[in-house]
């Protein structure tokens, strides 16, 4: 779990390119600061206050793209020489994740930052078996098939997870 990577793939790109640029290195540091300022700002459009320690948890899920676990988190919080309580961690994850700041992995039992919180409203999720690495697209959803036939049926979707497991273009290249 701790050795995967969460890149973005802009919704504007076009097919054709997300192939080669989705597993692909990137500036982490613009990434961060980017992302940081994204939610800085969703939290003020929002009146949503962003406690020091919802900050660490945004921090920490931040530092290497890397989606951690809550017992990680906690370890994390409770560097400062003082042990954090379960419950800090989670209230502070629930903040994140209410108010679009960071998603839940449900197959990975992991968390991550969102990396366009003022864009992101149902993102996929596509997670090499190989190198481990978890790519975040916020490709345009509203007409799924899946939302279609839910529409069909009168069935009201609530949360719609989408998660993908399969193998980047690089692992599937190196295994030819």
Do not use: W
């Not at 406690?51 to 948890?57: M, P």
């Not at 502070?92 to 839940?104: Q, S, V, Y």
């Not at 366009?116 to 098939?145: G, M, R, W, Y």
Request: aromatic share 6%; charged share 25%.
């Amino acid at each position: 779990m701790s050795d995967l990577e969460i890149k973005t793939i802009p919704a504007h790109e076009q097919s054709s390119q997300l192939a080669d640029q989705i597993f692909e290195p990137h500036d982490h540091a613009a990434c961060v600061s980017q992302t940081v300022a994204a939610a800085e700002a969703k939290c003020i459009q929002d009146r949503a206050r962003m406690t020091e320690t919802r900050r660490k948890v945004l921090d920490f899920l931040l530092e290497e793209h890397r989606p951690l676990g809550a017992y990680a988190i906690l370890d994390k919080l409770g560097d400062g020489g003082q042990r954090a309580q379960p419950p800090v961690a989670y209230r502070a994850l629930d903040f994140l994740i209410e108010n679009g700041l960071a998603h839940r992995i449900e197959s990975l039992n992991a968390y991550i930052a969102c990396s366009n919180p003022s864009k992101c409203a149902a993102p996929t999720f596509l997670i090499c078996q190989e190198c481990n690495l978890v790519a975040e697209s916020f490709a345009d959803q509203h007409e799924s098939p899946l939302r279609t036939a839910a529409d069909e049926m009168g069935f009201m979707i609530e949360r719609e997870l989408r998660e993908v497991s399969g193998t980047c273009r690089t692992c599937h290249k190196a295994a030819a």
